[in-house]
């Protein structure tokens, strides 16, 4: 499955942006998918993950309350919903999908999309 990440762009502290992951290549039913980010000069980092059915959702604690990962298979994409974004949310955004038919969630990371950048400024 190819993974294409968009809807970055610049927003300031205390807005809003909804990411988009769309798959392509095979249904996106039975993948379970993820959202990472990667800030300047950090290591990439968990931000949201949920399973095929949408049945579990986990999220990193820094954005718990303020993102909100949903995923529409039908229309083979996932969704980050950023809210109360802040400086330190500034970062490239990736979406990564497993195969998981089981519901196990995101564990392995096979397959990556190219990354959109996020700018919050203060």
């Known amino acids: 499955v190819q993974l294409q990440a968009f809807g970055g762009g610049l927003v300031q502290a205390g807005g809003f942006l909804r990411l ?7 249904t996106f039913s039975g993948y ?3 959202w990472f980010r990667q800030a300047p000069g950090k290591e990439r980092e968990f ?4 399973t095929w059915s949408g049945g579990s959702i986990y ?6 309350g303020r ?6 298979n039908a229309k083979n994409t996932a969704y980050l919903q950023m809210n109360n974004l802040k400086p330190e949310d500034t970062a490239v955004y990736y979406c990564a999908a497993d195969w998981d038919p089981r519901g196990i969630g995101l564990t392995r990371g096979d397959y990556w999309g190219q990354g959109t950048k996020v700018t919050v400024s203060s």
């Open 47 to 50: 931000v949201a993950a949920i």
């Open 59 to 64: 999220y990193a604690d820094s954005v718990k």
């Open 67 to 72: 993102f909100t990962i949903s995923r529409d």
């Open 32 to 34: 379970a998918v993820g």
């Open 20 to 26: 988009s992951c769309a798959a392509s290549g095979r």
